[in-house]
């Protein structure tokens, strides 16, 4: 099965025409004001409007209220959602949208049960636990707390770049490989090279291991 790639954290138009331009299969954009690449309604708008098809645009919230993610929904053309944060179940559900759950692992993190209660999402994303930050912090965690036998799709994230593209390719055999620091020349300006490199190697890994 192909691994996707989704880029995450775009805050400029010139990089996302860029990503997709490699061949990116979802990019992503936070509506999360705490973050360093929180973007604006009107900017993510004007961003997102002239994208091609088969490319999935993921809005980014943690812990947001509703009616600020009815807002976004409403202005921005966004075909799947992704939370951040203790969002249950139920929150998840309210939008008629397609989410994805992220989950920050810890060592006790048990993935049968949450793959229980997020038995309907599209994906669970799971990325490296930081106290002070809900992800796109560059941390990596152990790959082999993910169990084989999942039964929903896995994203992985977390510490990924071209250097561990393939590895996580090979080790997990993720549905995605959900990237954005890894292709960053700073905090929300994404490197082309970087993307680039990144997209082809996990394109490579895809091939050399089916």
């Known amino acids: ?78 075909d799947c959602l ?45 990325d490296a636990y930081h106290p002070d930050a809900q992800g796109g912090t560059g941390s990596g965690f152990d790959w082999g707390m993910i169990p084989r036998n999942s039964k929903l799709p896995i994203i992985l994230a977390g510490g990924l770049s071209a250097e561990n593209a393939a590895l996580a390719v090979k080790q997990v055999r993720p549905y995605a490989l959900d990237v954005s620091s890894g292709v960053e020349s700073e905090k929300g300006i994404k490197d082309a090279a970087k993307m680039a490199a990144f997209i082809r190697k996990t394109n490579q890994a895809i091939e050399n291991y089916d």
Request: hydrophobic share 45%; proline share 5%.
């Open 82 to 126: 992704q939370f951040h944060g203790n969002e249950s179940p139920q929150d998840c559900r309210l939008y008629a949208k397609p989410y994805i759950k992220a989950i920050r692992m810890k060592p006790d993190t048990r993935l049968v049960e949450v793959e229980q209660h997020y038995n309907d999402a599209a994906g669970l994303l799971l």
């Open 1 to 78: 099965m192909r691994t996707r790639v989704k880029i995450c954290g775009f805050t400029r138009s010139e990089d996302l025409l860029a990503a997709v331009h490699l061949g990116v299969d979802a990019i992503g954009l936070v509506f999360y004001p705490s973050s360093p690449r929180n973007v604006s309604i009107a900017h993510a708008a004007e961003m997102v409007k002239n994208l091609p098809a088969f490319v999935s645009v993921v809005a980014l919230f943690v812990d947001a209220e509703a009616d600020w993610i009815r807002a976004v929904l409403s202005q921005v053309n966004v």
